[in-house]
């Protein structure tokens, strides 16, 4: 491959030939000048930034600033928006990338809102119902390698200045010898947002339940902490990296408002034509006390609610796979994960997808599972949006990112919460089922609140 400046200038006449702006994309592999303890230092001060890691550390990206950014409004056709648009761009992209390591060269990362038919509540305003982009520099961090791209609309007019800008943008991701640090303002104040009108939500959808031809409805609801001083995204992430290691960790900053969490589920992961998601419904507290937490995972795994909570949603993900796979492999039974405040019934399910089925095509089916909705689905979303009383923004949404390969993965964004200025705003659901108990329903939210508690340094609730 070229040296970047060789290839710079090709893309510059091209752009002039052409008369058209143009993506310009440089991978080169890079031995990484810095241990991991500082990758969550990368994002500081990046008002535009992500950070994306695996739960085995597979794949770590982490992107700085927005060069091209894909943003829709629109409702039912944003995925196929966002596709076409990213198409559009790839089409004349000027790529450099001898790397065949998926997540590297140009990449997409961003999300979708849970429900794009809800009310916008303020907090959500910098995203719409689809937020994506490209970012101006990333690192991609596999076991064995390293991998830096950066990125670049050339114009027509475009001069080699823009080379030298890069070039100094580039040093903004490899010299960091700072550590984040764990500080966090005092809390002023904790709110849980009306934890009594949410249990009598719930106590609603258990009785439609039980005479109506609903099967599950997950219902959620929020917390808003409030701080002395504005919340500094890498300080949080740096606290979830630490204290969530079993899950997928996220940090997304757009327009100063930053979305994070350690989400433990999957919605999808394309590589090539493997694709894989992950069933992960019906949930049980942990013991400090390893024979009594073996004693709660084998009472997760004989209840007959939370199986019946978990089945529905391996069997709408099982028929999403039918569909758009020739090879589908599921697991007869569900095993138990585990993660540091609750274990989860969980089922991963694995097929080898058919020729042109985007991984756009696989969020867009997949979205929402009913560990996130209900079954069956349409019926589920009215009932959320007439009774949860609140918009869910990108909590439980598909976030995650894809090459121009095609190659990607999406989570749905739970465990999770909105960080804006000094106020933080967190989320946690929970399956509703006919036999359902609005108070045990309300304990298992407190549980599923303590990661992003914890990490933002809140006291944590019994
Ligand atoms: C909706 C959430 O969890 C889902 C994922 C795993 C287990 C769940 C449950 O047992 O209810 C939920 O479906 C959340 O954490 O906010």
Redesign the pocket.
């Known amino acids: 491959m070229k040296p970047i400046d060789e290839q710079f200038e090709l893309s510059i006449k091209n752009a002039k030939e052409n008369n058209k702006e143009i993506l310009f994309s440089y991978t080169e592999q890079i031995a990484l000048p810095y241990p991991h303890q500082l990758y969550s230092s990368v994002i500081r001060n990046s008002e535009d930034h992500f950070y994306w890691k695996d739960p085995q550390n597979e794949t770590i990206i982490i992107g700085l600033g927005n060069v091209l950014p894909i943003i829709s409004e629109l409702i039912d056709e944003r995925f196929r928006n966002v596709e076409e648009k990213w198409e559009n761009i790839l089409e004349n992209a000027s790529i450099y990338n001898s790397a065949d390591q998926p997540g590297t060269g140009p990449l997409l990362f961003g999300g979708f809102t849970f429900d794009p038919y809800n009310r916008k509540e303020y907090e959500w305003g910098a995203f719409s119902n689809a937020t994506f982009y490209v970012p101006e520099i990333m690192l991609t961090i596999t076991e064995k390698n390293s991998f830096l791209t950066v990125n670049s609309i050339v114009k027509p007019e475009s001069d080699v200045s823009q080379l030298m800008y890069l070039e100094n943008q580039k040093k903004k991701i490899l010299n960091i010898q700072e550590f984040s640090n764990n500080f966090i303002s005092e809390v002023m104040k904790k709110e849980e947002i009306n934890p009594e009108e949410w249990k009598e939500s719930v106590a609603r959808v258990i009785s439609l339940l039980k005479d109506g031809h609903l099967d599950k409805v ?1 219902l ?1 609801r929020k917390m808003r902490v409030e701080y002395q001083q504005d919340i500094l995204p890498e300080n949080i992430l740096n606290h979830l990296l630490d204290q969530q290691q079993t899950s997928f960790v996220f940090s997304f900053g757009f327009q100063n408002h930053c979305f994070a969490g350690a989400s433990p ?1 999957r919605l999808v992961k394309k590589t090539g034509e493997n694709i894989l998601s992950t069933c ?4 049980m507290k942990r013991s400090n006390d390893e024979k009594h937490d073996e004693t709660l995972g084998k009472m997760l795994l004989e209840d007959k609610k939370n199986r019946h ?1 978990h089945q529905l949603v391996v069997s709408m993900i099982a028929d999403v796979f039918r569909k758009h796979c020739w090879e589908v492999n599921i697991p007869d039974e569900p095993t138990l994960m585990k993660t540091p405040d609750i274990q ?1 019934l969980y089922t991963p399910v694995k097929g080898k997808v058919k020729e042109n089925t985007s991984i756009l095509q696989l969020v867009e089916s997949l979205h929402p599972t009913p ?2 909705g209900g079954t069956p689905k349409q019926d589920a979303m009215r009932v959320i949006r007439d009774v949860e009383n609140m918009d869910r923004g990108l909590y ?1 949404g598909p976030i995650g990112w894809m090459d121009y390969r095609g190659n990607g993965e999406f989570i749905v964004g ?2 999770s919460g909105l960080l804006k200025g000094n106020e933080a705003f967190i ?5 509703i089922v006919a036999d359902s108990n609005p108070e045990d329903e309300y304990l ?1 939210t407190k549980i ?1 609140f303590r990661p992003m508690l914890r990490a933002l340094g809140g006291k944590e609730d019994e």
């Open positions: 997950v959620a589920e992960l419904a019906g949930s909570e989860h560990a996130l439980a739970i465990r989320y946690a659901g929970c399956g298992e599923k």
